[in-house]
């Protein structure tokens, strides 16, 4: 089993900056694709950005040149956001691919708001 925990979530100014923490306890070897995704309400999950160790980045159109994923390992992936948006709102889920398995974390909110 995997557990993931995220941090960092918090009301910020549009063009303002961000930075999201998730934490992984439990299983963490062989991990796969380490990231992020966001969701709005009555919206699909949409990717933010994901990472694989082999160096493998994907980025959300939305994201692309203000957002930036990181990971440390196994055990902790990072997302720091620039240049904030409202409409980059949304719960961000930290979301782990282990041997074909995905767990996700259970949320941290980002408001983009003046």
């Known amino acids: 089993q995997v557990q993931l925990v995220e941090s960092g979530g918090a009301l910020v100014q549009p063009g303002g900056s961000l930075r999201l923490s998730c934490v992984a306890s439990?299983?963490?070897?062989?991990?796969?694709?380490m990231g992020w995704y966001r969701q709005v309400p009555g919206k699909q999950r949409e990717l933010v950005a994901v990472?694989?160790?082999?160096?493998?980045t994907t980025y959300g159109d939305a994201v692309k040149g203000r957002f930036t994923v990181s990971r440390d390992g196994d055990t902790m992936v990072y997302l720091q956001m620039n240049n904030l948006r409202p409409d980059d709102t949304a719960v961000y889920y930290c979301?782990?691919?282990?041997?074909?398995?995905?767990?996700w974390g259970r949320g941290t909110q980002v408001t983009v708001s003046s």
């Open positions: 990472t694989k160790m082999i160096g493998f």
């Open positions: 439990g299983t963490t070897s062989g991990f796969g694709a």
């Open positions: 979301y782990v691919n282990r041997l074909g398995t995905a767990y």
